[in-house]
């Protein structure tokens, strides 16, 4: 399995910020509770447990677990590209998965866009009922880029990450097809897009995606 291309942006140096989130995250010790639903999907240190945000549905063969992290989110992807190796894009293939294998580990990474958008609950109508509703109040995307560059390093130069999935199946050994995927979420932008607080959110989830054969 080969390894994700290198990203040329040297993590260790950042703004204070993004420096002191990063010795948080590689010093602290796991926090109290915080065990993966399954072993084979990794935490980074010093991920805290989301209350109130687990599911488990033991019927429907769906569990999630939700933890938050300090660190940004381009630095979780280093941590989960040297623990996981994935292929990025990775063709899945489980046609011929026999119990006791699995695919090969995917990744695919979203990147924050710098389009305009509207951020008003409900844009005014126009009294043209084919006309489209007017926005009064706009989150621009000259300020996203501005909070993401003043707050953290991007995997290359003004290119930041949105979110990323980790994901691969398993043949369980009772025949079941189970799908494991750990997304990791940019948590840190404020709604406005004035601020970023250097917090990623990372969810688990197991999905049984088919049952075995009777």
């Not at 910020?17 to 915080?34: F, K």
């Not at 990794?42 to 109130?52: E, I, N, V, W, Y």
């Not at 599911?55 to 979780?76: T, W």
């Not at 126009?126 to 009064?136: E, F, G, I, K, R």
Request: proline share 8%; glycine share 8%.
């Amino acid at each position: 399995m080969r390894d994700l291309p290198q990203y040329p942006v040297p993590f260790r140096r950042a703004v204070l910020g993004a420096a002191l989130a990063v010795a948080t995250v590689a010093s602290a010790p796991p926090a109290l509770g915080a065990q993966a639903l399954d072993p084979t999907m990794p935490l980074p240190p010093g991920a805290t447990r989301q209350k109130g945000a687990d599911v488990s549905d033991a019927a429907g063969g769906r569990f999630v677990q939700v933890y938050r992290s300090v660190a940004p989110i381009e630095m979780l992807l280093g941590w989960y590209q040297r623990r996981m190796t994935p292929i990025p894009d990775g063709v899945l293939d489980t046609v011929d998965l026999q119990p006791g294998e699995g695919t090969q580990v995917s990744s695919h990474v979203t990147e924050h866009n710098f389009v305009d958008e509207c951020a008003d609950s409900g844009a005014s109508p126009q009294p043209d009922s084919t006309a489209p509703p007017v926005c009064t109040k706009w989150r621009r995307g000259v300020a996203k880029r501005r909070a993401l560059q003043n707050s953290r390093l991007g995997i290359r130069e003004g290119t930041w990450i949105e979110r990323f999935t980790i994901t691969w199946f398993n043949r369980e050994a009772n025949g079941e097809l189970v799908r494991r995927q750990i997304e990791v979420r940019d948590a840190g932008l404020s709604s406005n897009w004035q601020h970023d607080h250097l917090r990623s959110q990372i969810t688990l989830e197991r999905v049984v995606a088919s049952r075995a054969s009777p």
